[in-house]
């Protein structure tokens, strides 16, 4: 039974950091690409950042740009997000998900994805 399970969120202030990982199991991980989307309330799920199967390829949100940073290590079955300089706009439950294909998790569209985890909450306030 496959399963992708987030953790790390919290609350946090404004300017602060988080590192959410997501353990894959039962899955081949080195054959997925990982990708982070996000939701926050009322709000529809959105593309966060993505690392190709062969995590040679990323891709991140406008948003988060130049504030996020996905890696991945296949030989412990985890990705992670590394977020730093994190502001109110970025409160939501995140979510990692897997997908067979690279482009789908690349464009980070959530319809592209094949698995996905039940979340994780993350609070920016102060």
């Known amino acids: 039974q496959w399963q992708l399970v987030e953790s790390g969120g919290g609350s946090v202030q404004p300017g602060g950091s988080l590192k959410l990982s997501c353990e894959v199991s039962?899955?081949?991980?080195?054959?997925?690409?990982i990708g982070w989307f996000r939701q926050a309330p009322g709000e529809e799920r959105e593309g966060v950042s993505c690392i190709s199967t062969a995590g040679d390829s990323t891709n991140y949100a406008d948003s988060v740009k130049g504030r996020f940073r996905i890696s991945r290590d296949n030989d412990k079955n985890t990705v992670f997000l590394q977020m730093n300089n994190l502001k109110p706009e970025d409160t939501a439950t995140y979510y990692c998900?897997?997908?067979?294909?690279?482009?789908?998790?690349?464009?980070?569209?959530?319809?592209?994805?094949?698995?996905w985890g039940k979340g994780t909450p993350v609070t920016v306030s102060s």
């Open positions: 039962g899955l081949p991980m080195k054959f997925y690409a």
């Open positions: 998900s897997a997908t067979y294909t690279d482009d789908y998790c690349l464009n980070l569209r959530p319809d592209g994805m094949d698995y």
